[in-house]
């Protein structure tokens, strides 16, 4: 069922009872902002879900982009380094 923040705020105790049919979306205006849910469905999304979501360092990703770009022929022009003035250093 759709609700919004205000039905919500007035109604709480039957929304959370409706939750045992199904989830319950709140939104405002047009977007969802939250849904509440039978906590035995809360706990299967647990299980489910990954324990650790594994963190990408920025070595890795650059990696990972250098190897799809062997795979599909592809080769990054990477300009020159060349010096520029710093503003926080002194002359």
């Known amino acids: 069922m759709k609700w919004t ?8 105790p039957s929304i959370i009872n409706a939750t045992s049919l199904e989830p319950q979306l709140i939104y405002t205006e ?11 469905l809360f706990y299967e999304f ?3 879900r990954p324990k650790e979501v594994a963190k990408t360092s920025l070595a ?12 599909e022929n592809y080769s990054l ?4 380094r060349s010096n520029r003035d710093n503003p926080f250093t002194e002359d």
């Open 5 to 12: 923040l205000e039905e919500v705020q007035k109604q709480l």
């Open 30 to 40: 047009e977007e969802l902002v939250a849904a509440i849910v039978d906590p035995e």
């Open 46 to 48: 647990l299980t489910w």
């Open 60 to 71: 890795q990703a650059f990696k990972e982009l250098q190897q799809l770009c062997t795979e």
């Open 77 to 80: 022009e990477i300009p020159l």
